[in-house]
Each structure stands twice: as C-alpha cells, then as structure tokens.
C-alpha cells in the first residue's frame, strides 16, 4: 500500500506565496511521475503541473511563469512553489503520483487534498 500525504496549504493574500509538499510512503520501487491537481468548488479537477522523475515538466497555461514543481527522488517527496497567487488559484490541491510497486504494477495513488485559499 502507497500513502500521500499533503501539507502546506493555507490561507494568503493575493501576491503571496505558498510551499506544498507532497510525501509518498509504502510500498515503492520507484515513482515515475508525480503531479499536481486542483479541484474549486463547483468545477472539475483540473491538472496544475506534473513531473517525472528524469525532470520533464508539464505546466497549465494558467501557472505558468508563477508555479513550480519540484522531486526528492530520495525522499519521495514532491513540492510546489506557488508565486504571485491569485484569487482564482484558491481550490483543494491533490498530489497525484503514478508508483511503481513491483517490478510489473504500476497503480495511480492521490492525496487526500489541502486547502489553497487566496484572499484578494
């Protein structure tokens, strides 16, 4: 079994910044992508940024230049930088990780979410 566990969320104001991290435990081989999502009230999930472990990054249009995703490999652990935030970043943040369990299963994991709100 895989846990993710989020921290970091909070409470600021617009033009503030948040740190999230995203800490993947159990039973893993390795974890070969990692990511980021976020859910607002009344809209869909939504991707915000994801990562794999050789470093290839995907952002949406609407962070860019402001967000950063970032690995521990050695930890497992993921974070996000979140600049310049905006009232419309306000959501629930889910760290997603695709693990690698055993040499042939590979299982999609998330976390149980953290709260971003921004306040304008």
């Known amino acids: 079994q895989v846990q993710l566990v989020e921290s970091g969320g909070g409470l600021v104001q617009a033009g503030g910044s948040l740190r999230l991290s995203c800490a993947a435990s159990?039973?893993?081989?390795?974890?070969?992508?990692m990511g980021w999502y976020r859910q607002a009230p009344g809209k869909q999930r939504e991707l915000v940024a994801t990562?794999?472990?050789?470093?290839?990054?995907n952002y949406a249009d609407s962070v860019k230049g402001r967000f950063t995703i970032s690995r521990d490999n050695a930890k497992n652990t993921m974070y996000l930088q979140m600049n310049s935030l905006k009232p419309e970043d306000t959501a629930v943040y889910y760290c997603?990780?695709?693990?690698?369990?055993?040499?042939?299963?590979?299982?999609?994991?998330w976390g149980q979410g953290t709260q971003v709100t921004v306040s304008s």
């Open positions: 990562l794999t472990r050789s470093g290839t990054t």
């Open positions: 997603n990780a695709q693990v690698l369990t055993t040499r042939v299963t590979i299982s999609d994991y």
């Open positions: 159990g039973s893993i081989l390795s974890i070969p992508a």
